[in-house]
């Protein structure tokens, strides 16, 4: 499945269950992830951000998920790709 920048999905859909994927909700970790990111994005989700799946690869993200639901581990919560 080919996934783009801004594309969403829900928690329980099988591509965002795969292993590779890093699951964070430690607000440090999430606060580290911000700072890699671009101005807009950082913006955009400074206040909100309560969870990341995040890929890492060759010291660098390769694919990041984030989602601002109050309860982030529900599978029914949507996450949305940044990177």
Do not use: C
Not at 37 to 63: F, H, R, S
């Amino acid at each position: 499945m080919d996934t783009k920048i801004g594309d969403t999905m829900i928690l329980s859909d099988e591509y965002l269950q795969n292993e590779r994927f890093m699951f964070l909700t430690d607000s440090q970790e999430l606060e580290a992830i911000l700072d890699h990111m671009d101005k807009d994005i950082k913006e955009l989700w400074n206040n909100d951000l309560t969870a990341a799946l995040v890929e890492v690869g060759d010291g660098d993200y390769n694919e990041v998920w984030f989602s601002d639901a109050s309860s982030p581990w529900n599978t029914y919560n949507y996450y949305e790709r940044v990177i």
